[in-house]
């Protein structure tokens, strides 16, 4: 028998890494690999006095108390937006899917910054999505060469993350971020802007959202509350530009309906409480500890081995090695000896501008496991150069 | 500005009906439109001793305990299902998206019953399908017919609600059922069998799901717990033969990475509790009665105006209206005098078959505003009709 599957189901690709990964679940392991928050750190989740209100089916669009209060953070990051644009989603994650569903014939071309966030990849390449990667440096993408790209291959959309960006922890200066906006506004090409990252923040740094500097551009912005609370809940959101809303809001109907509502509940409930904002800086401290960990585990033992910059925010340390390295033997090799991190390759939306490099996640591991994998990991590479 | 949105998008359909029924929601309206559970039969959701173990992400394919609960179940419908060969989805709606993006190219061709579930029209139609309508009877779809469409369209597959189905309420023979899985199994055609009402039954009925007895053809058994629970919760699941199940997982991470992993929590403890046994049999013993308050009205009222079938299980009365009128045109009536229901012909996957009609919920009225209700609608159809 020969199964007729779509072509998008022909260009679901295996995921090596996922296989390997899965080890990192084994007790004993320290882990650098995912984009995890620590579960220490998690705010306990209390239903008392929510469930019962919230058994029967809901809105497409989300809980109005939840809705409100995420149009009032936007609002506050300079963003010009109601709570008639917002949408909770199944997390954010779902949010690239939707924005997949909307924008992304097959062949349809994407930018998007090289590196960038995997599961994107993942995504929007089911729906047949070509890529062409943007040159990533430290203090975001180069506008001009935004603006050559654009003129040449006219794309769907531009796809970035341009706060603590997963996987480079990078964040754009406020100069680029005005200078992108104006590219998009005069080229009127529609901005996703991925933000999950923004308030795990450790040192002062810009970060207004590029969507806040729009004046005329559709945009999709993505929101997360993984990383703040609890990512077993799965609720995310977008806020969109009014043209592309209506549309949003019929493929997420068709998708799944609605959001969970016990989940939206809480999160109403504990976003709008004094709780929030002592939960937000407590994490944020134990996070910047891990991050100082990190940074000294690297200058003690990576120095000669890659480059890199402490972020000021974020989940992530991004390091470009110095060697020419096979970062999946030493990912096995590690593995082996109860270290995982993720490879740097597959986050390259196509070969070009790809460079051996290592994710560094340190918000899951406890400070003295973070000196301890980080010497091992050097361990391995001095040993496998020699 | 000339907004480039995918071919897919194009294919949003605006939903009248939707926007009418929003109406629904004000207080005083009596409403068969829904295909809702009555709140006040709904479970209390305790998630006491569960929440905090469950703030992590989790497997994309959902949470061991549940998925094993759910294997026994289909096992003990007849079904060769292991514990590998279930996804937990956010909701069986998004089982349905999954089916579209895993078969579905422009243009695909895919045969259901005429009527169908309006949201798998919306779902599938987004990814271009095409669909052709199997004429449905009482006691199922005609297996001669679906072997004929079968030669003719070589469909991606064929969708079939087999048991209570929405929105007719009918039940396929157990004849018809094995007949349609040998036509399925000769010309190796793949089956989904939507099947969320199976346990909403008040009169014994031949039910095996037809996936039981495929020996040779692809399969995909969508699930829900929504009408047996709380569908706040959007926890839902599939199973699927084997050569399927991996890209279904991929498709899965790539939407939305998993499932809510509260609402799975709480839904193992519940279905695996004894409490689950009453709460199942109370909830059925108060939609027979309102099954039983609705046939006594509508014997009353529209003898002379519909041909009808008390349903053996599951939520809804269809009507064929002996007369030639227009049901929208009702429907605005009806709101006007504080009564909803759903016009039958947006059921319709084509305009073939289709012919006036309504569909009447009777699990979310309370009866004696069914029979109050179902007065009404009869009152208005005997005006229009003079």
Not at 369 to 384: C, D, F, M, Q, V
């Amino acid at each position: 028998m020969t199964l007729r599957l779509s072509r998008r189901a022909a260009r679901l690709t295996s995921s090596l890494i996922r296989d390997i990964l899965q080890v990192t679940q084994r007790p004993g392991v320290i882990s650098f690999a995912g984009g995890l928050p620590a579960t220490e750190v998690m705010p306990p989740l209390n239903f008392e006095g929510l469930a019962d209100d919230y058994r029967q089916y809901g809105p497409s669009e989300g809980e109005p108390a939840l809705r409100g209060l995420i149009a009032q953070k936007l609002s506050g990051l300079g963003m010009s937006c109601g709570v008639d644009q917002i949408l909770v989603t199944s997390g954010s994650q779902q949010g690239v899917d939707l924005v997949g569903k909307l924008f992304v014939d097959e062949d349809a071309k994407v930018l998007l910054e090289a590196p960038t966030y995997l599961a994107t990849i993942q995504a929007l390449g089911v729906y047949g999505a070509v890529f062409k990667g943007l040159r990533l440096a430290a203090d975001g993408i180069d506008p001009d060469e935004l603006r050559r790209a654009i003129a040449y291959r006219r794309p769907a959309f531009v796809y970035l993350i341009p706060t603590f960006q997963n996987p480079s922890g990078f964040c754009y200066t406020d100069e680029i971020r005005r200078a992108v906006a104006k590219v998009l506004d005069e080229t009127d090409i529609p901005l996703i802007e991925d933000d999950p990252y923004r308030d795990l923040v450790y040192s002062p740094v810009d970060r207004t959202p590029i969507c806040a500097y729009l004046e005329r551009a559709p945009w999709v912005y993505l929101g997360s509350f993984s990383k703040l609370t609890a990512p077993g809940l799965r609720v995310g959101y977008l806020a969109s530009s009014r043209e592309l809303f209506p549309s949003l809001v019929r493929l997420k109907q068709a998708s799944d309906l609605h959001t969970n509502r016990i989940g939206q509940a809480w999160l109403a409930r504990f976003l709008g409480s004094t709780e929030f904002d002592e939960h937000l800086a407590r994490m944020n401290r134990i996070y910047a500890e891990r991050r100082d960990a990190m940074q000294a585990a690297l200058m003690r033992h990576f120095e000669a081995l890659a480059e890199w910059r402490a972020p000021a925010g974020g989940l992530f340390f991004w390091l470009r090695l110095t060697c020419e390295c096979d970062t999946l033997a030493l990912l096995r090799q590690a593995l082996e000896r109860n270290v995982a991190f993720m490879p740097g390759e597959p986050f390259f939306p196509t070969p070009a501008h790809r460079y051996p490099s290592l994710r560094l996640n340190f918000s899951h591991a406890a400070p003295e496991n973070i000196e301890r994998g980080i010497a091992l990991l050097a361990e391995i590479l001095n040993g496998s150069a020699e």
